[in-house]
């Protein structure tokens, strides 16, 4: 059975950073890529971050030079670092993952609020 749990989310100040992490389960983590999506209140769920299974990764354009996905592999586990935080990173932060088949797998989300 997948598992998705994400963990690390908090409050924290304008400028501060946080990082988050998802420990994954029942799946071959090291052969999947792996996605951080965020909902803030009244708007869609958007694609933050993705890292392939050959480690190449991509962000949106509001968190370029912010946030760095990585993965460990020995510890079935995907992080988010986030620096520089602003208040409109406020959100429901939420580990995805898609496998072969189109099977769509989301964690239970981790919130980060920005504020000061």
């Known amino acids: 059975q997948v598992q998705l749990v994400e963990s690390g989310g908090g409050l924290v100040q304008p400028g501060g950073s946080l990082r988050l992490s998802c420990a994954a389960s029942?799946?071959?983590?090291?052969?999947?890529?792996m996605n951080w999506y965020r909902q803030a209140p009244g708007k869609e769920r958007e694609l933050v971050a993705t890292i392939t299974a050959g480690a190449v990764t991509t962000y949106a354009d509001s968190v370029k030079g912010r946030f760095t996905i990585s993965r460990d592999n020995a510890k079935n586990t995907v992080y988010l670092q986030m620096n520089s935080l602003k208040p409109e990173d406020t959100a429901v932060y939420y580990c995805?993952?898609?496998?072969?088949?189109?099977?769509?797998?989301w964690g239970q989300g981790t919130q980060v609020t920005v504020s000061s």
């Open positions: 029942g799946f071959s983590f090291s052969i999947s890529g």
């Open positions: 995805f993952r898609r496998d072969y088949y189109g099977h769509d797998y």
